[in-house]
């Protein structure tokens, strides 16, 4: 099987703009998750979408959403950029259940630069 | 309220010498465990992780973890560590009682040192 896709690898901004990074699962899973990551922080949940509905959210602003297709693919939006955004941007996807008991497969990560 | 602690941010050890990171939690209930390792410009790898039963979990590339209830700790061992283990260790903890959301630690930098 395919591990998890996600594009495009590096993006560079401006403070102000807005970007949408993407993410491809695991054929077969439907649960996906976002993580912002950082030097100082390590790996902030920023929310998790099953079946096209938003699961769990973390505390991030509302310039932070998120859409799961019906493919199960999604995507992630940040609007007006600020440069503490800089952070490398991890999906993760698990296979269709509810127990938790499952591991979350990574993507490689969006690196996102605000300038 | 924190959730999962790495007091560690940096551990260093001579290469064939055993490896410990350390982990505690501190969630209510039964939760579940998870390490990963993260080689540089990668994603997260997954480890091994603890649900139920034995307290001893064996995972990837020979490494293993300790739960122990008692202590809310969640140590990554490792009995002879190579210079190809190298890399950035997560240890991360789902909460049933949360809506399964994962947390994860802040992360040690494990370097093995030829």
């Known amino acids: 099987k395919a591990g998890v896709t996600q594009t495009p690898r590096y993006l560079i901004k401006t403070r102000g703009q807005q970007v949408t990074l993407s993410c491809s699962p695991i054929?077969?899973?439907?649960?996906v998750s976002w993580y912002q990551q950082t030097p100082g922080q390590g790996l902030q949940f920023l929310f998790e979408y099953f079946s096209e509905t938003q699961r769990n959210k973390g505390n991030f602003p509302g310039r932070f959403s998120g859409r799961q297709f019906s493919n199960s693919r999604s995507e992630m939006n940040v609007s007006t950029l600020e440069l503490g955004d800089s952070a490398l941007y991890l999906c993760a996807s698990s296979p269709t259940e509810t127990s938790g008991r499952n591991e979350q497969f990574f993507g490689p990560g969006t690196r996102l630069t605000v300038l | 309220a924190q959730s999962v602690a790495q007091p560690e941010d940096q551990v260093n050890v001579a290469e064939g010498n055993p490896l410990t990171v350390k982990c505690t939690y501190s969630v209510s209930g039964n939760p579940y465990l998870f390490w990963y390792v993260q080689y540089p410009n990668r994603g997260l790898q997954f480890l091994l992780k603890y649900i139920t039963g034995d307290n001893l979990v064996k995972g990837s590339y020979g490494f293993e973890a300790e739960f122990n209830k008692s202590q809310t700790s969640f140590h990554l061992k490792k009995p002879s560590a190579l210079v190809s283990d190298s890399a950035l260790y997560f240890c991360a903890v789902r909460d049933p009682s949360r809506g399964n959301q994962f947390y994860f630690g802040t992360g040690t930098s494990l370097t093995v040192i030829p």
């Open positions: 054929s077969g899973h439907r649960s």
